[in-house]
């Protein structure tokens, strides 16, 4: 079983749509979790961290369920721009000794 | 420019040629990680440096990888022979703090290594 694992899509919306991606994880240890964005042919670029208590940033919502060991990341009013990849990243342990994990990525498509 | 640095961003090289990868990560930034990117795959992970010392290499997929780091500063990814199999995107990331306590990674734009 991979590490952190994602549905890789694609997702097809219309603007303005709301989209849902979920990502779960295989170790019951990990600590911290992360939404990275990457767009086509560049680098990742951290989105947003995602706590336990669930977090929101303006249009992007992500939220943490230890017990089911998934995260989600919810997109509001689907804008063109937000057509990229959408990586879930895990800090397995939180301490040294260990890498950030990426899953395989999920990509989004916004159209007109 | 203040982001990571890395070169030379495309690279095309005959099966059985080595190859080195330079990354030259944000000024003062503790953590470098190396990263391996290939086609509609995530980032998998290579290697991690704190300043000089090499603290993480259990991603390094064969004993034909070597990553250095001896300064501190700039960080190079060695390749020795390579297999057509290597053919990905190099990502080199840093990050100011500790991997204990790491939340963002800054990354280069990757060097695209082509095997033929």
């Known amino acids: 079983r991979k590490e952190v694992e994602q549905d890789p899509g694609p997702f097809n919306v219309p603007e303005g749509a709301t989209v849902a991606f979920n990502c779960t994880y295989s170790n019951s240890a990990s600590q911290s979790f992360f939404w990275y964005r990457q767009d086509c042919r560049k680098e990742p670029k951290l989105l947003m961290s995602v706590y336990s208590s669930g977090n929101e940033d303006g249009r992007f919502t992500a939220q943490l369920n230890r017990a089911s060991q998934y995260i989600s990341l919810l997109i509001r009013d689907s804008k063109l721009s937000d057509s990229a990849t959408y990586l879930c990243?895990?800090?397995?342990?939180?301490?040294?000794?260990?890498?950030?994990?990426f899953g395989k990525g999920t990509t989004l498509s916004v159209s007109s | 420019g203040a982001g990571v640095s890395q070169s030379p961003r495309y690279k095309v090289a005959k099966r059985g040629q080595d190859v080195a990868l330079r990354c030259d990560p944000i000024?003062?930034?503790?953590?470098l990680f190396w990263y391996q990117q290939a086609l509609g795959q995530g980032p998998e992970f290579l290697t991690y440096f704190q300043n000089e010392a090499q603290l993480d290499k259990s991603g390094l997929p064969s004993d034909r990888f070597f990553a250095e780091r001896p300064e501190g500063s700039v960080s190079t990814l060695k390749i020795q022979r390579t297999q057509q199999e290597d053919s990905a995107v190099y990502l080199c990331?840093?990050?100011?703090?500790?991997?204990?306590?790491?939340?963002?990674?800054?990354f280069g734009e990757g060097s695209r290594l082509t095997v033929l």
């Open positions: 990243v895990v800090n397995p342990l939180n301490q040294a000794g260990t890498a950030l994990i």
């Open positions: 000024s003062g930034h503790v953590s």
């Open positions: 990331a840093s990050s100011l703090l500790d991997r204990a306590t790491v939340g963002e990674l800054f």
